[in-house]
């Protein structure tokens, strides 16, 4: 989206910059900033240019106008490759204390995309005493649970599984491991993460 901004409220008005506008036959957004919110962009020159991504991190600024570098610096940042969606499990005891009889374990999933919305499938598998069940349904076939990341999501907490431990839980320390992967032909889309967690005794009974 291009704005153009007005850094001058005490001598311009909102009716100056509508006929700037018309006059010109600008089809982009102007406005007037008549609360100087603009000033930590004010170089002291004009023009000055500056090109801000969806983080409201300045890629690139210039004082005047180049129009072939400013093309040119547009083409190269929309040819950047957009950084990929991001998967961390999270526990909500992380410190290794075993947990004990009556105690909760939850599965927390941390997920961000900063680009567009796209479809996913979650794998989450657990280790215990050697064996990898997969979840949701903790059969030994591995199966996703569908999800749609949208587009720049920033999800903490996502809770994917709670367990209350009692006496007849296998005592030892047990591994998650969880991955985004392409629903179309499976591929991982994230690297894995991985979290591990103790019940009771420190080895298996």
Avoid: C
Avoid at 50 to 57: A, F, L, Q, V
Avoid at 134 to 144: H, L, Q, R, T, V
């Amino acid at each position: 989206m291009v704005w153009n901004v007005d850094m001058d409220p005490v001598s311009d008005t909102f009716a100056k910059v509508q006929a700037f506008k018309t006059a010109h036959g600008l089809t982009y957004p102007l406005a007037l900033d008549v609360n100087r919110k603009t000033t930590p962009y004010d170089s002291g020159y004009i023009p000055t240019l500056y090109i801000i991504d969806r983080e409201g991190i300045v890629q690139y600024y210039e004082v005047g106008f180049d129009e072939a570098g400013l093309i040119s610096k547009i083409e190269a940042l929309l040819a950047q490759e957009p950084p990929g969606p991001t998967f961390e499990l999270r526990l909500n005891k992380m410190d290794m204390t075993p947990y004990q009889s009556g105690d909760i374990m939850t599965l927390f999933a941390d997920v961000t995309n900063s680009g567009a919305a796209m479809p996913v499938v979650v794998y989450v598998a657990v280790e215990i005493d050697g064996e990898i069940f997969f979840w949701p349904s903790y059969s030994k076939i591995m199966e996703g649970s569908p999800l749609i990341l949208s587009e720049g999501l920033s999800l903490t907490g996502y809770v994917l599984v709670s367990v209350r431990f009692n006496e007849t839980f296998p005592h030892g320390t047990f591994t998650w491991y969880g991955v985004l992967a392409n629903p179309l032909n499976g591929e991982w889309i994230t690297e894995p993460s991985v979290v591990h967690w103790t019940y009771g005794a420190a080895s298996p009974n």
